[in-house]
């Protein structure tokens, strides 16, 4: 079992930057890549961005160039720097960890962009 726990969500201004992090704990040396995917109001849950246990990225086209996922191995976390963000940003995040046998999810955590 892998278990997640996300930080980071919160209110901020349109042009604005947060960072969210995941900390993974349990079998985490099942994992192979951790990534966020996030989920509006009455749409579906999308990638944002995902990181290989060797460090190769794959983000939405709608993040590249402003959002950067990055992967601390040591401390067991995944982040995600977003910059410039916009209203159509709002939804929730929620952090992933795959093995090769599932999808692990965190509980997810509230991002509104707002002035």
């Known amino acids: 079992q892998v278990q997640l726990v996300e930080s980071g969500g919160g209110l901020v201004q349109p042009g604005g930057s947060l960072r969210l992090s995941c900390a993974a704990s349990?079998?985490?040396?099942?994992?192979?890549?951790m990534g966020w995917y996030r989920q509006a109001p009455g749409k579906e849950r999308g990638l944002v961005a995902r990181?290989?246990?060797?460090?190769?990225?794959n983000y939405a086209d709608s993040m590249k160039g402003r959002f950067t996922i990055s992967r601390d191995n040591a401390k067991n976390t995944v982040y995600l720097q977003m910059n410039s963000l916009k209203p159509e940003d709002t939804a929730v995040y929620y952090c992933?960890?795959?093995?090769?046998?599932?999808?692990?999810w965190g509980q997810g955590t509230q991002v509104t962009v707002s002035s």
């Open positions: 990181i290989s246990s060797d460090g190769t990225t």
């Open positions: 992933d960890a795959l093995t090769n046998v599932r999808h692990y």
């Open positions: 349990g079998s985490i040396f099942r994992i192979n890549t």
